[in-house]
């Protein structure tokens, strides 16, 4: 069993920063990787950024050059570390765990975080 807990989240004018961390515990391994996806009203919910467990990272298009994704092996969390915020980057953010399986891998999700960009 796995449990992760998000933190971060709240308001934020456009053009400003916000860091959300992602806490993990539980059946937790090194060979785990790790992410998050947000969800906006009324839209599916998309992959925002994700890292390997040896710190390879990727980005949707949308957030290319504004969010950094890291991690703390040590300490068992995630970050995601957001600037130059957009009103349409306003979602509820999950964060994510993936752990590699012979069918490809179990993921396991947090609770979410609100992000809410507005003036």
């Known amino acids: 069993q796995v449990q992760l807990v998000e933190s971060g989240g709240g308001l934020v004018q456009p053009g400003g920063s916000l860091r959300l961390s992602c806490v993990a515990s539980?059946?937790?391994?090194?060979?785990?990787?790790m992410g998050w996806h947000r969800q906006a009203p009324g839209k599916q919910r998309e992959l925002v950024a994700r890292i390997t467990s040896s710190g390879s990272t990727n980005y949707a298009d949308s957030v290319k050059g504004r969010f950094t994704i890291s991690r703390d092996n040590a300490e068992k969390t995630v970050y995601l570390q957001m600037n130059s915020l957009k009103p349409e980057d306003t979602a509820v953010y999950y964060c994510?765990?993936?752990?590699?399986?012979?069918?490809?891998?179990?993921?396991?999700w947090g609770q979410g975080t609100q992000v809410t960009v507005s003036s």
């Open positions: 994510i765990l993936d752990q590699p399986r012979s069918y490809g891998h179990l993921r396991w």
């Open positions: 539980g059946s937790i391994f090194s060979s785990d990787d």
